[in-house]
């Protein structure tokens, strides 16, 4: 079975620009989080989505947002990219919205790492 | 918000030897879990811990809940090359959607 899998890889942009990045979950995993790692610190919560519907925001400005599509699928986009959105953005998928002994996946894919020039 | 401090930020240590690191945050967690990251990849789960006080092992990986609910400690015994890698402490938030992660231990071995 494939894992998380995240696209692109790698993405250059340039200030001010705006861009998507994409996330599959694993087959019949229905939730997905977005998290952004800064080089040399520990993922930090954007979004979860689950089932369509947003069920978590983190700390971070308007210019980010994220939708869930009816197969699973997500998207993150960010507005006006500025230079310190330059990070390795990861996308987390898991059963349900709940993490617990019953329900225990939570898989991270390998990211999509973003450089803002 | 809440902040998970993790220590020490690195290490460099002598193949076979035994390897702690603990994390600590200033509120309670209801799940604490361990995490390794390669480089270019996404962190994988090593242990997760549900109970206070619940110490958990997997191969030569060992760790424990803290009966506060506020500190956890990851041990590796006779640490091979492969265990080279950033390893993060994170806690789930009470409505358990939420991963806050600690600021990591890069772990270095040499042969």
């Known amino acids: 079975d494939a894992g998380v899998t995240q696209s692109p890889t790698h993405l250059i942009k340039t200030r001010g620009q705006h861009v998507t990045l994409r996330c599959s979950p694993i087959?019949?995993?229905?939730?997905v989080s977005w998290y952004q790692q800064v080089l040399g610190q520990g993922p930090q919560f954007i979004f979860q989505?689950?089932?369509?519907?947003?069920?978590g925001r983190g700390n971070f400005p308007d210019r980010f947002s994220a939708r869930q599509f009816p197969n699973y699928s997500s998207e993150l986009n960010v507005n006006a990219l500025l230079l310190g959105d330059s990070a390795l953005y990861l996308c987390?998928?898991?059963?349900?919205?709940?993490?617990?002994?019953?329900?225990?996946?939570?898989?991270f894919g390998s990211g999509t790492r973003l450089t803002v020039v | 918000g809440q902040q998970l401090n993790q220590s020490p930020q690195s290490m460099f240590i002598q193949e076979g030897e035994d390897v702690s690191m603990n994390c600590t945050s200033s509120?309670?967690?209801?799940?604490w879990l361990w995490y390794k990251q390669d480089p270019g990849e996404g962190p994988v789960l090593l242990i997760a811990l549900y109970k206070a006080g619940e110490l958990t092992s997997n191969g030569r990986l060992t760790a424990q809940f803290g009966i506060t609910r506020k500190d956890s400690f990851l041990n590796i015994s006779a640490s091979i090359p492969s265990d080279v890698g950033i390893y993060f402490c994170a806690g789930f938030n009470n409505a358990g959607n939420m991963l806050t992660f600690g600021g990591g231990t890069r772990l270095m071995v040499k042969p």
């Open positions: 509120s309670i967690f209801n799940t």
């Open positions: 087959s019949g995993h229905k939730s």
């Open positions: 989505y689950y089932e369509k519907e947003e069920r």
């Open positions: 987390a998928s898991s059963l349900g919205p709940q993490l617990g002994p019953s329900n225990y996946g939570y898989t």
